[in-house]
Structure formats: C-alpha cells, structure tokens
C-alpha cells in the first residue's frame, strides 16, 4: 500500500510563503506524474498543481498562477510547492496524489493520495 506523506503546512499571514513537501517511499516514484490539490472547508477538491514524472512540464489553476511553483527531486522521491504571496483564500488542506498520466487536471482516478497539511493563512 503506497501513502504519500505530506508536510509543511502551517500558519502564515497573508503575503508570507510556505513550502509543501510529499514524500512517496514505496513508490516507483520517476515514472508519476504528480498533482497538488486542496479543499477548503465547505468547498469541493480542486487543482492547483501538477507535474510531469520528469518534472520538466507543470501546470497551474489560474488561482495560484504566478505564485505558486511546483517541483520535484526523484532522487529523493520528493515533490514539492512553494506558495508566495499567500492569501486568505488561499487556506485549505493540501493534498498531494500520484497519477501515471499526465496532465493532470481533475483529482478523479488519481492512483494514490496523502492525507493532506493545513495551510491557513490569516489577513
């Protein structure tokens, strides 16, 4: 059973920035594309990033465009998103997944999730 395992959530105030790890021991993890999502209290789960297994492409929801990039080490079995210029809106719990195909836009047949890091973000 493969768990992915997200850290680096935390609290920040608006405009301050965090860096979300997820680790994926287990996972023949070179050959995934990896997506990042959240959800919101009350709100449905949806796209923010997504890397290609290389890392070489990415993609953004038009939301975090421009402040949030996503990277990953596959040595280290590692992907991760740095968040800038965070805003209130911004909060959520973020979910890391694990998809063979890419691109990702939906969190619908992702193969394999983490149970999430609170990001809240205070104005």
């Known amino acids: 059973q493969v768990q992915l395992v997200e850290s680096g959530g935390g609290l920040v105030q608006a405009g301050g920035s965090l860096r979300l790890s997820c680790a994926a021991p287990g996972l023949i993890f070179s050959i995934y594309a990896m997506g990042w999502f959240r959800q919101a209290p009350g709100k449905e789960r949806e796209f923010v990033a997504a890397i290609s297994s290389s890392g070489r492409s990415t993609s953004y929801a038009d939301a975090v465009k421009g402040r949030f990039t996503g990277s990953r080490d596959n040595a280290k079995n590692t992907v991760y998103l740095q968040m800038n210029s965070l805003k209130p809106e911004d909060t959520a719990v973020y979910y890391c997944?694990?998809?063979?195909?890419?691109?990702?836009?939906?969190?619908?047949?992702?193969?394999?999730w983490g149970k999430g890091t609170l990001v809240t973000v205070s104005s």
């Open positions: 997944a694990a998809d063979r195909h890419y691109p990702i836009t939906s969190s619908y047949g992702m193969d394999y």
